[in-house]
């Protein structure tokens, strides 16, 4: 779009625009500022879908096209322990659109989770896990799947054998793992919080 003003603030929970980060969720085009030409879709299950341990499997057939950032993503219901990433989140998959000739194209994707005191004390990188498929994640549909319990978290695409990122809970607690300091919002809880 080269004008004109592209709003996706929504007024309800199931519309709300999910983050103002990287230039918000209002976008003016015009002059040198061009929207991006990309079509996009979401689903979200916050009034209608939530649990606590078990098993996730989504088939899905990722979409192909530069720029194009295809996620499914698991946040909480409620902000427990307090606001991003403190209350945690599991990120089945992260992928790109891009053709597989790209670093990180559309045959790769990663599994992470986020978790810290504060947005910009994440450690994410100490559970997150990446794979390569043999051809573009575009080309099929897959299974990609989260297997949650209080003392491991495992990802997976197509069958629990294909491991992407498995996190034992069992040995240390979150906040052990990051190695933090000060205030400790998980603190009494579970070794397992935030994804308790």
């Known amino acids: 779009m080269k004008s004109g003003t592209f709003s996706l603030w929504g007024g309800s929970p199931a519309d709300l625009c999910t983050s103002n980060q990287f230039w918000g969720c209002e976008r003016t085009a015009g002059g040198t500022n061009i929207i991006n030409p990309i079509m996009s879709a979401r689903?979200?299950?916050?009034?209608?879908?939530?649990?606590?341990?078990?098993?996730?499997?989504?088939?899905?057939?990722?979409?192909?096209?530069?720029?194009?950032?295809?996620?499914?993503?698991?946040?909480?219901?409620?902000?427990?322990?307090?606001?991003?990433?403190?209350?945690g989140e599991i990120d089945?998959?992260?992928?790109?659109?891009?053709?597989v000739s790209c670093s990180g194209g559309s045959n790769?994707?990663?599994?992470?989770?986020?978790?810290?005191?504060?947005?910009?004390?994440?450690?994410?990188?100490?559970?997150?896990?990446?794979?390569?498929?043999?051809?573009s994640l575009g080309n099929a549909m897959h299974t990609y799947g989260l297997v949650w319990t209080p003392t491991r978290l495992f990802t997976y695409i197509d069958d629990e054998s294909n491991v992407v990122l498995d996190v034992d809970m069992s040995s240390?607690?979150?906040?052990?793992?990051?190695?933090?300091?000060?205030?400790?919002?998980?603190?009494?809880?579970?070794?397992?919080?935030?994804?308790?």
């Not at 190695?179 to 579970?190: C, P, Q, T, Y």
Request: proline share 7%; hydrophobic share 35%.
């Open 43 to 87: 689903l979200r299950t916050v009034n209608s879908f939530n649990f606590k341990y078990g098993r996730v499997e989504v088939r899905a057939q990722m979409p192909k096209g530069d720029w194009i950032w295809p996620a499914i993503w698991m946040l909480p219901t409620d902000q427990a322990y307090g606001s991003w990433p403190t209350s």
């Open 92 to 99: 089945i998959l992260e992928s790109r659109g891009n053709d």
């Open 108 to 135: 790769t994707f990663g599994s992470t989770l986020h978790w810290g005191p504060a947005w910009n004390n994440d450690p994410y990188y100490l559970t997150h896990g990446e794979y390569t498929h043999f051809e």
């Open 172 to 196: 240390e607690s979150f906040w052990q793992r990051g190695g933090f300091s000060g205030f400790n919002a998980w603190e009494g809880a579970g070794q397992n919080a935030p994804f308790d």
